[in-house]
């Protein structure tokens, strides 16, 4: 869940200053820290088990690269967005002439965000609303607790899946398909 | 927040008799009943300031007509039936008809309005916007009381999420509707 921290605005910049001196974990959104707090461990399992699945179909295809939780992406400089998926995609396209050693400065492909017991709506719904702003492909909203995916994809009705359906890559990672109950199994 | 009470399959029919031999405030969905437990007092206030707006809008009937809270909707009959209650409501006058029903209105409204409590989980709000956009409804906005933000939702469009500094505009469902973000919190 995320926690607003303090009121005073960021830059880009002084963010990343203030990531070196910090050990916690922190989103920027629209200049304002948010904080984000350790996940639960189904969540993490979750994400954990996705990663997999893509990482696996994404590699053997040489399509490009899967990044880990907590990688921040710039989504905007004004005012200063830097997000952090809970796993994303970034084609091979997308990466190359980039500074990999700071904040990404482009936005991933695909998008997964799994959803904590903590989390409510509208913070869901803004983290959607931003990673789409920022040319992100296809947003997979994962919620445990339903055992439920939510697609998201600019200008087109939220998709709802459930158990028995299959998550499909579409046109962003073509051949990818696995059943959503894939996800919530061990 | 809503309560699971049962697995039996319900009517609607069920439901309209159920309604008038006890007190809970009861949703059908998909055939299933869930209980609604009363809101925290910041719900409430901000359900009632947002029906004051649409209502003044309504401007005594020229508009349409503003519902407010618990207001029972059929958003699907036949094999899943449904009736949800929206925090709050507007139907266009063109879409009203000759006589307001006396049961659970047919009609879905144009705007819907829901208020979510810190208690509202991701999916569930997410299920009743669902809900609501694939009934007909030209726009929903949640209202977020802890972040003081509301989402816009609408058949075929990105969601868009707007701050306390944002106004918050009718489009073209509420023509020369637009209100502060703040307005809806504000005491």
Redesign the interface.
């Known amino acids: 869940m995320a926690v607003t921290t303090e009121k005073r605005t960021y830059t880009v910049d002084e963010f990343w200053a203030l990531c070196h001196q910090t050990d916690e974990r922190l989103e920027l959104v629209?200049g304002a820290l948010r904080e984000l707090a350790p996940a639960n461990f189904e969540h993490g399992l979750v994400a954990g088990k996705l990663q997999v699945l893509i990482g696996q179909f994404v590699m053997s295809q040489r399509l490009g690269y899967v990044v880990a939780a907590e990688t921040g992406f710039v989504l905007s400089e004004q005012p200063a967005t830097v997000r952090a998926p809970d796993m994303a995609y970034v084609s091979r396209e997308r990466v190359m002439e980039s500074h990999i050693e700071r904040f990404a400065d482009f936005a991933p492909d695909l998008v997964a965000e799994v959803?904590s017991?903590s989390?409510?709506?509208?913070?869901?719904?803004?983290k959607?609303?931003d990673w789409?702003?920022a040319g992100v492909r296809l947003v997979w909203?994962i919620?445990p607790?339903?055992k439920?995916v939510?697609v998201?994809?600019?200008?087109?009705?939220?998709q709802?899946l459930r158990e028995q359906d299959t998550l499909s890559g579409e046109d962003v990672l073509p051949g990818f398909a696995c059943k959503v109950s894939e996800l919530f199994a061990w | 927040m809503a309560v699971v009470t049962g697995k039996r399959r319900h009517t609607i029919e069920d439901l309209w008799v159920l309604s008038h031999q006890t007190d809970k405030r009861l949703e059908l969905v998909r055939g299933e009943l869930r209980e609604l437990t009363p809101t925290g007092w910041e719900h409430g206030r901000v359900c009632a300031r947002i029906a004051r707006l649409l209502d003044v809008y309504a401007s005594g009937g020229q508009r349409g007509v503003a519902l407010g809270a618990e207001t029972g909707c059929v958003l699907h009959a036949g094999d899943e039936p449904t009736v949800r209650a929206a925090d709050a409501a507007f139907i266009r006058r063109e879409r009203l008809p000759e006589q307001l029903p006396v049961g659970y209105a047919q009609i879905v409204p144009d705007l819907v309005v829901e208020v979510t409590s810190p208690s509202d989980t991701y999916a569930m709000v997410a299920e009743k916007v669902n809900d609501w956009l694939l009934a007909g409804a030209q726009m929903v906005w949640v209202v977020d009381t802890s972040s003081r933000q509301v989402s816009v939702h609408r058949p075929n469009q990105s969601v868009r999420v707007y701050g306390e500094s944002d106004t918050l505009s009718g489009e073209d469902v509420l023509p020369d509707f637009a209100c502060k973000v703040s307005e809806l919190f504000a005491w």
């Open positions: 629209k959803v017991p989390d409510t709506f509208s913070s869901v719904a803004e959607v609303e789409l702003n909203v919620d607790a339903t439920t939510r998201y994809r600019t200008g087109q009705p939220t709802v």
